[in-house]
């Protein structure tokens, strides 16, 4: 494949993925089956896969504290937590074996594929956050462990935290957004640092995956159609289930 095909697509799917983790959630379910269709060795696809989720969630934080819309320090907290997780998440991502790795997220693929078309109405309204005594040392501990998922494969996670945080932590919907693009982004600024200390990283695909994320999250962020959410769930779906079968497979 010639370089200025392997940027289009990696640009075209970056946006793609931006528009979906703006309105469903699971932009790496096609971003990551693609860097592994496009030659990098699993592993090496995780870890370039992070840049840009990084660079989407330290956009999108900029762009919630422009706004005032902010849960400092309780997302610095959980960031914390979810960071050291996500160090031995993204360690056993580096150390498992590529075809072994493949059909885990063949697997994965699928459930969170389900999730994202399936998944419960999270905009629930509370009068009260649960965000400080025992309630921020459960949800420290519990995103210890969502950082470990975090760093090994991060696919669907935003679908787990907003569950959390507005079920458990009874934040608001847009509260919940905002916290975990900030602490997504720095977990995924330690996981991302770990596969660059192992050599697991593609910088210059990374590069062109993340610009089209940024510009993908950043456009659909500001006009969002309501009725666009059905078809790419639909679009999502469909394209899942192809991508899971040809890792598990092919």
């Given at each position: ?83 050291i997780g ?28 389900l999730l ?89 695909m990374g ?44």
């Open positions: 494949m010639d370089a200025l095909k392997e940027i289009l697509i990696l640009i075209v799917s970056g946006f793609i993925a931006g528009v979906i983790n703006t309105l469903a959630g699971g932009g790496s379910l096609l971003t990551l089956p693609i860097l592994i269709f496009l030659g990098l060795p699993p592993n090496v696809a995780n870890g370039t896969n992070r840049i840009g989720i990084l660079i989407q969630s330290i956009s999108g934080t900029l762009g919630y504290n422009s706004k005032g819309i902010k849960s400092f320090p309780f997302s610095i907290y959980l960031g914390i937590s979810a960071s996500a160090l031995i998440g993204a360690q056993i991502a580096i150390d498992i074996k590529g075809e072994l790795f493949n059909k885990i997220l063949a697997i994965i693929i699928i459930i969170v594929g994202i078309v399936f998944k419960p109405n999270n905009n629930i309204k509370s009068l009260d956050e649960y965000i400080y005594g025992k309630n921020l040392i459960i949800s420290c501990l519990v995103f210890f462990f969502i950082g470990i998922y975090g760093g090994f494969i991060n696919a669907g996670i935003g679908i787990v935290i907003m569950l959390f945080l507005t079920r458990y932590n009874g934040l608001s919907l847009i509260k919940t957004n905002a916290t975990k693009v900030t602490l997504v982004a720095i977990y995924t600024s330690v996981a991302l640092a770990l596969f660059t200390y192992n050599d697991k990283v593609n910088w210059l590069f062109w995956l993340s610009l089209g994320t940024f510009f993908g999250g950043w456009l659909s962020s500001r006009y969002s159609v309501v009725k666009g959410e059905k078809l790419i769930k639909a679009t999502l779906l469909i394209m899942v289930l192809v991508m899971s079968t040809k890792l598990w497979f092919f």
